[in-house]
């Protein structure tokens, strides 16, 4: 019986785990004292802000569509799914009016390249955030 | 000179495809992009005319609606790229075109300048009709995004863009021109055809959930063929029955020159909005052109489209009108009764073609880069070889 529940208790957690959405950090070089919310890093996303507010560049990194985070990052920040996602980049990319954030193949990746880059700005899950990155906000 | 604009195509195009692919010294990034659409159409009418050409009633076409294009889009970084766009569709049996050949430079966070060989923004979708997997439908709606000719021109061109608040404001204007072939639904031919001196700007103001566009296009038409082949062999009859009537030759040099289309100016212009609230997709937009001061009648275009968004299906109905004006004030002043009801006859037959209908599209992403898209559409053309008619497809576009 108690292994039934185990089991039983360890498929739900299984079957249920993509409805829960792990909390995000939206992350940049820990030099960067700029303001963000998510309004703004919206802008940065879409292509239509291309500065931090104090004037410094600003490059957005995404991760592969298939993370949660990422998952997570455009449902809540972008409002979009990524369809709709790639529909909106679809228009800008063949008409040379912007190129969508470079996908990163893994969160440890993103953390390095913002730890190293004050023009970067990237999101991951919130439990692999590190002192090398300053969190912006979470979500 | 089409010969010369051939030349300074393919000069175009070349520069850019080795500025793209052949950058041994410069560590440049080239992206791969692509899209691509197959599409299986079927139409009850047998006219094969445009917009919907090379259809045989009631059978299933997949080469008519289906195409393929690749890009590459070398950063040569420091705000500059070259972008080159291979392109093919079944219509033209799948023969590659350079679509797009052209060199753009960052000049600051607000502007961008582009020159070479690019879309042609006629309309506010025009840039990325081809693009199937950008919108909902399986073919943007016939009546304003008729399949124009002229839809890649060389020239130059500013895009813009600002953030006012929180809308986000991006405008374009552009200079160039366009030689090739323009469809004749007079005569139901291809005749040669040029604009010269294309000057064009738009723009678009978006919130969060709501577009408002608008935008107009200018040029001199460069028409001698299309006088020489098609208008003035309409008037021919007409012009010989006046001389034999009385009308001088000063009259029949100035009715001429009413008729013709070489050298007035065409002008587009169109307008609409954009609503994606809560699920709820809602298009309109509304385009008026035409030759100014001459036979080509003004076309009134417009589409209007409701969907919703069930998670990943799109449901959308629309309903399309292109309709045509006749105003004869181009005819003010020509006072022989022959000559003015000749001119009459000749707008009239070019006023001659609308057509409306409504359709059903729906919208499934199935995978990450593709959606399968399937749709109905009945129609009325008031050209007697289309009529009524009903055509349906299916297919799949693609992105990558």
Same mark, same amino acid.
Request: no cysteine.
């Given at each position: 019986m108690?292994?039934?529940?185990?089991?039983?208790t360890?498929?739900?957690?299984?079957?249920?785990?993509?409805?829960?959405?792990?909390?995000?950090a939206?992350?940049?070089?820990?030099?960067?004292?700029?303001?963000?919310?998510?309004?703004t890093?919206?802008?940065?996303?879409?292509?239509?802000?291309?500065?931090?507010?104090?004037?410094?560049?600003?490059v957005?990194?995404?991760?592969? $569509?298939?993370?949660?985070?990422?998952?997570?990052?455009?449902?809540?920040?972008?409002?979009k799914?990524?369809?709709?996602?790639?529909?909106?980049?679809s228009?800008?990319?063949?008409?040379?009016?912007?190129?969508?954030?470079k $996908?990163?193949?893994s $969160?440890?990746?993103?953390?390095?390249?913002?730890?190293?880059?004050?023009?970067?700005?990237?999101?991951?899950?919130?439990?692999?955030?590190?002192?090398?990155?300053?969190?912006?906000?979470?979500? | 000179m089409?010969l010369?604009?051939?030349?300074?195509?393919?000069?175009?195009?070349?520069?850019?495809?080795?500025?793209?692919? @052949?950058l041994?010294?410069?560590?440049?990034?080239?992206?791969?992009?692509?899209?691509?659409?197959?599409?299986?159409?079927?139409?009850?009418?047998d006219?094969?005319?445009?917009?919907?050409?090379?259809?045989?009633?009631?059978?299933?076409?997949?080469?008519t609606?289906?195409?393929?294009?690749?890009?590459?889009?070398?950063d040569?970084?420091?705000?500059l790229?070259?972008?080159?766009?291979?392109?093919?569709?079944?219509?033209?049996?799948?023969s590659?075109?350079?679509?797009?050949?052209?060199?753009?430079?960052q000049?600051?966070?607000?502007?961008?300048?582009?020159?070479?060989?690019f879309?042609?923004?006629?309309?506010?979708?025009?840039?990325?009709?081809?693009?199937? @997997?950008?919108?909902?439908f399986?073919r943007?709606?016939?009546?304003?995004?008729?399949?124009f000719d002229?839809?890649t021109?060389e020239?130059?061109?500013?895009?813009?863009?600002?953030?006012i608040?929180?809308?986000?404001?991006?405008?374009?204007v552009?200079?160039?021109?366009?030689?090739?072939?323009?469809?004749?639904?007079v005569?139901?031919n291809?005749?040669?055809?040029?604009?010269?001196?294309?000057?064009?700007?738009?723009?678009?103001?978006?919130?969060?959930?709501w577009?408002?566009?608008?935008?107009?296009f200018?040029a001199?038409?460069?028409?001698?063929?299309?006088?020489?082949?098609t208008?003035?062999?309409?008037?021919?009859?007409?012009i010989?029955?006046?001389?034999?009537n009385?009308?001088?030759?000063?009259?029949v040099?100035?009715?001429?020159?009413?008729?013709?289309?070489?050298?007035?100016?065409?002008?587009?212009?169109?307008?609409?909005?954009?609503?994606?609230?809560?699920?709820?997709l809602?298009?309109?937009? @509304?385009?008026?052109?035409?030759?100014?001061?001459?036979t080509?009648?003004?076309?009134?275009?417009? @589409?209007?489209?409701?969907?919703?968004?069930?998670?990943?299906?799109?449901?959308?109905?629309?309903?399309?009108?292109?309709?045509?004006?006749?105003?004869?004030?181009?005819?003010?002043?020509?006072?022989?009764?022959?000559?003015?009801?000749?001119?009459?006859g000749i707008?009239?037959?070019?006023?001659q073609?609308?057509?409306?209908?409504?359709g059903?599209?729906?919208?499934?992403?199935?995978?990450?880069?593709?959606?399968?898209?399937?749709?109905?559409?009945k129609?009325?053309?008031t050209?007697?070889?289309?009529g009524?008619?009903?055509?349906?497809?299916?297919?799949?576009?693609?992105?990558f």
């Amino acid at each position: 019986m108690k292994n039934r529940v185990l089991i039983l208790t360890a498929v739900l957690a299984t079957l249920s785990s993509p409805l829960v959405l792990a909390e995000v950090a939206v992350i940049v070089h820990p030099s960067n004292n700029n303001t963000l919310d998510a309004a703004t890093v919206a802008k940065i996303y879409l292509g239509r802000e291309k500065s931090f507010a104090d004037g410094q560049s600003v490059v957005p990194m995404s991760l592969a $569509e298939s993370t949660a985070s990422s998952a997570s990052f455009n449902d809540v920040v972008l409002k979009k799914s990524a369809s709709q996602l790639k529909a909106y980049w679809s228009k800008l990319v063949f008409t040379g009016k912007g190129t969508p954030p470079k $996908e990163l193949a893994s $969160e440890d990746e993103m953390l390095k390249l913002v730890a190293g880059n004050p023009n970067l700005i990237g999101f991951v899950d919130a439990s692999k955030v590190d002192a090398s990155v300053k969190v912006a906000f979470k979500f | 000179m089409k010969l010369q604009n051939k030349a300074r195509q393919h000069w175009l195009v070349g520069s850019v495809l080795l500025t793209t692919l @052949y950058l041994p010294s410069v560590a440049a990034e080239v992206k791969l992009n692509g899209f691509a659409s197959i599409r299986g159409t079927s139409v009850s009418s047998d006219g094969g005319l445009a917009p919907y050409p090379n259809y045989e009633e009631g059978e299933l076409s997949f080469k008519t609606e289906s195409l393929f294009a690749i890009q590459a889009s070398a950063d040569l970084s420091e705000g500059l790229s070259a972008t080159i766009q291979l392109y093919g569709d079944g219509a033209n049996d799948f023969s590659v075109d350079a679509r797009w050949a052209y060199i753009s430079y960052q000049l600051n966070d607000t502007h961008r300048v582009s020159g070479g060989r690019f879309a042609n923004p006629i309309f506010h979708q025009s840039e990325y009709e081809k693009v199937g @997997y950008a919108h909902n439908f399986s073919r943007l709606p016939k009546a304003v995004y008729i399949g124009f000719d002229f839809s890649t021109i060389e020239g130059i061109a500013l895009d813009s863009q600002y953030n006012i608040g929180d809308y986000n404001l991006q405008t374009k204007v552009l200079y160039g021109s366009w030689a090739g072939e323009s469809f004749s639904a007079v005569t139901n031919n291809f005749v040669d055809f040029g604009l010269n001196k294309i000057m064009s700007g738009n723009a678009t103001l978006a919130g969060d959930w709501w577009q408002l566009f608008g935008g107009v296009f200018a040029a001199e038409i460069d028409g001698a063929v299309i006088d020489s082949t098609t208008v003035f062999p309409l008037a021919a009859g007409g012009i010989a029955f006046a001389t034999a009537n009385g009308a001088t030759a000063a009259q029949v040099a100035d009715f001429k020159n009413r008729l013709s289309w070489d050298k007035k100016d065409a002008l587009y212009w169109f307008s609409g909005f954009a609503v994606d609230y809560s699920n709820w997709l809602v298009d309109f937009e @509304y385009v008026d052109y035409g030759v100014k001061d001459s036979t080509d009648a003004i076309n009134t275009s417009w @589409y209007l489209a409701l969907g919703h968004r069930f998670d990943n299906v799109v449901v959308t109905i629309h309903t399309e009108d292109y309709a045509q004006k006749a105003d004869f004030d181009f005819l003010n002043g020509v006072t022989h009764p022959v000559l003015l009801a000749t001119g009459k006859g000749i707008h009239n037959a070019f006023a001659q073609r609308e057509f409306d209908g409504v359709g059903l599209s729906v919208r499934y992403d199935f995978h990450p880069s593709a959606a399968f898209k399937a749709d109905y559409f009945k129609g009325t053309d008031t050209r007697a070889a289309v009529g009524d008619y009903q055509m349906f497809s299916f297919g799949i576009d693609l992105v990558f």
